[in-house]
């Protein structure tokens, strides 16, 4: 019978739990192992819990028990986070974990703590829930190089998104029936601000590119700005609107990794990715295009990728797997303001319509009118091609200048 | 460097090759090891070959070379893939494959032999070509257990199929254009007679249940018979005609498990997966449904899981991998006579059609109309419920007696 203890008894934890005790029997037939769970940490008390024995609120009850050899992570937040799970690595064990945000910005140097004390940090439910892509992203890494991830990783603004696509339903309505419906926190900034796609863009560069790509390397955009307008003229542009994180390796060696709102063509693979389903695109010199899709968050899903981590660190115990990357700063990544690529544009002007077609020529390339059904007199929207974006700043500007508002502007995506 | 060799110098043998020694610098960087290549073996010359002084007629060259850890089987068929596959297992090589037809036949006792070696037999590439799945569904079945799989397991299929969804081209033109564009092969037996598929679900039987299903249990149908007709209807049903390769396990612990077309509904996981792709749906208890999605076959792609495969068994010399099941016999698969599922039925009488309709009311059960532009005034299609094999058999039979012919039958999906 081999230890673990689960940090943290809220919605993952608990699941975690739940998942470990009721496959018991078939986790022991395949693995030829028994996993127990000895402790239970949590500050709060659950005197209903038939797990009542194994409560602890002291961590060093796990820390110091030399019976425990894989502990779960599933606290979330950095702090105290962060400090348990390096007291863990330097004891010896095995971490496991669900908390993008501790590994998208201490990943780096508790994957090296890891490796110093030839224990595992694994953490697949960090990214896509219950999706496998840390591994088969791995795999893939085996033998190809990697020229591009693009996925649909937050399905909190999806679900809103797609509420809005599908519903016609506004941002503020579609954001509150997510809340209700417990897709989205009261605060739900994380979400709809992009950080938490942005962490989770974070560490699938890390894995695929070796260095560790902090967030705040991130150009980073929410969805708070998108409108029915927009969506209207997506469609109208033959796509959707979807929140996408990106990262792809420039021939300068350089990466352009980002998350905002994209266009996406209606055919795209992502472009069918609704509600709360997260779906993850690989692009590889070899493979060409592997999908991943599934239900990017939940109890159940997200605690089976953290059960599957603890059961491969038992069948590892003395060996360490191959996820990994070295530190890294901001130097592998291109700036955002050189970036290029082709954007959709909704501005408002009482400036004749030929006049502003004209000026549009002369500051943008290739531009494309975007009509819509019942859009006011004074709106019009552009397709635009590929251009970088200090470029085209500048450019916008420029229409500002000549009295143009420009009420929005959301990279199209080359999916 | 640990030396590997590689059977078979056709496409997929010729891309292993390629794609180990382009990216040997980075798998020896993500390794530590580097990969040689020290035999080739293939009966024919290849006088052009860069890679002349590896080439070998003779098999015991590799069997008998104590360097060679590990042997890429990718000469495809039974014999003498199976001998050769036991020897190097024997004399303590492991072996990786493509062969679906190998694994799908004499995959037990080919792990068997491997765990009493203590050596691996992996197949990654055996199912889903460069898409990774052996592996996700064996971290699936960590924390979960598979309650299906269902899969679009044929890229050769699925662009005919395509082809007449999409383009209304005839079953006959469709797969004379594959064969031309070299998807599909001058005898394209086992592609369109479902057996390749059948192999595929074979496989992903085993791993999920852990015992060996054979092929032969496996119901197995083709598309020869799909007609543009039936796409046509299948629309009006609002979904498409997918060949679906399917698992599941039932309440008494049988496998209801199966190849053959299928309608499936538009919004379905696998109804946009189209030309060329795979796609394949596992649903686990605890993740929901997790999908994978690429391109099922190709040079390139398969051979990029081979060489994963082989980069996995350098990483574990002197341990097995979990990818394993006992033998199996008839006993775990429901006779597919006894499964039960709705189908959609296209007949052509001149019955009046008030009576057809009692009589269809009559014979089985919760019958709907399905109309299609342009039918003939003798054509008649219907969606019927579930209802048991042999019991709908006797229905049909009941029908033909009163001289309603039966042009189609096709199961309906409940993906």
């Known amino acids: 019978m081999v230890q673990a203890a689960v940090m943290g008894y809220g919605v993952v934890g608990s699941g975690v739990v739940e998942v470990l005790m009721q496959h018991q029997s078939s986790i022991a037939r395949r693995t030829k192992e028994e996993i127990g769970i000895k402790y239970i940490l949590d ?72 490796r110093e004390h030839n224990v595992n940090y694994l953490f697949e439910a960090s ?74 863009i974070s560490i699938l560069a890390s894995l695929a590119y070796g260095r560790h790509v902090y967030p705040q390397f991130v150009h980073t955009e929410g969805i708070t700005h998108i409108t029915l307008a927009d969506v209207a003229y997506a469609a109208s542009w033959g796509g959707v609107i979807k929140l996408i994180g990106q990262v792809k390796r420039l021939e300068d060696d350089t990466l352009d990794i980002t998350v905002e709102p994209m266009l996406i063509e209606r055919n795209s693979q992502l472009a069918n990715v609704d509600d709360v389903f997260n779906g993850i695109l690989v692009r590889g010199d070899a493979t060409g295009d592997v999908v991943f899709y599934g239900k990017g968050a939940g109890k159940l899903p997200t605690a089976s990728a953290v059960v599957a981590d603890i059961i491969d660190c038992v069948k590892h115990l003395k060996r360490r797997k191959y996820f990994d990357w070295a530190d890294g700063d901001g130097s592998i990544v291109k700036p955002y303001e050189e970036t290029a690529f082709p ?73």
Do not use: W
């Open 43 to 114: 500050i709060r008390d659950f005197p209903d819990s038939p797990f009542q024995e194994k409560f602890t609120k002291s961590f060093e009850d796990i820390l110091n028990d030399d019976e425990v050899r894989v502990v779960a992570e599933v606290m979330g937040g950095v702090h105290p986070a962060y400090e348990f799970t390096k007291q863990l690595l330097e004891s010896g064990k095995s971490v496991v974990t669900s908390n993008k945000e501790l590994v998208a910005t201490m990943g780096a140097e508790l994957l090296k703590i890891a």
């Open 127 to 200: 990214v896509g829930g219950g999706v496998p892509i840390i591994r088969p992203l791995s795999q893939c890494l085996a033998a190809n190089d990697v020229i591009e991830i693009a996925g649909i990783l937050n399905g909190t603004t999806n679900f809103i998104l797609t509420k809005m696509i599908r519903e016609n339903m506004s941002f503020e309505d579609a954001l509150a029936m997510a809340q209700q419906l417990g897709y989205a926190e009261r605060n739900p900034a994380a979400d709809i601000e992009g950080h938490d796609a942005g962490r989770k």
């Open 343 to 415: 954007v959709y544009l909704r501005l408002k002007t009482t400036m004749p319509k030929q006049e502003l077609l004209n000026k549009m020529q002369q500051l943008f390339v290739n531009v494309r009118e975007i009509v819509r059904a019942n859009a006011a007199s004074d709106e019009y929207a552009f397709a635009t091609d590929d251009m970088v974006v200090a470029e085209r700043e500048r450019a916008i500007a420029a229409l500002k200048e000549d009295g143009v508002e420009v009420l929005s502007k959301i990279r199209i995506s080359d999916l």
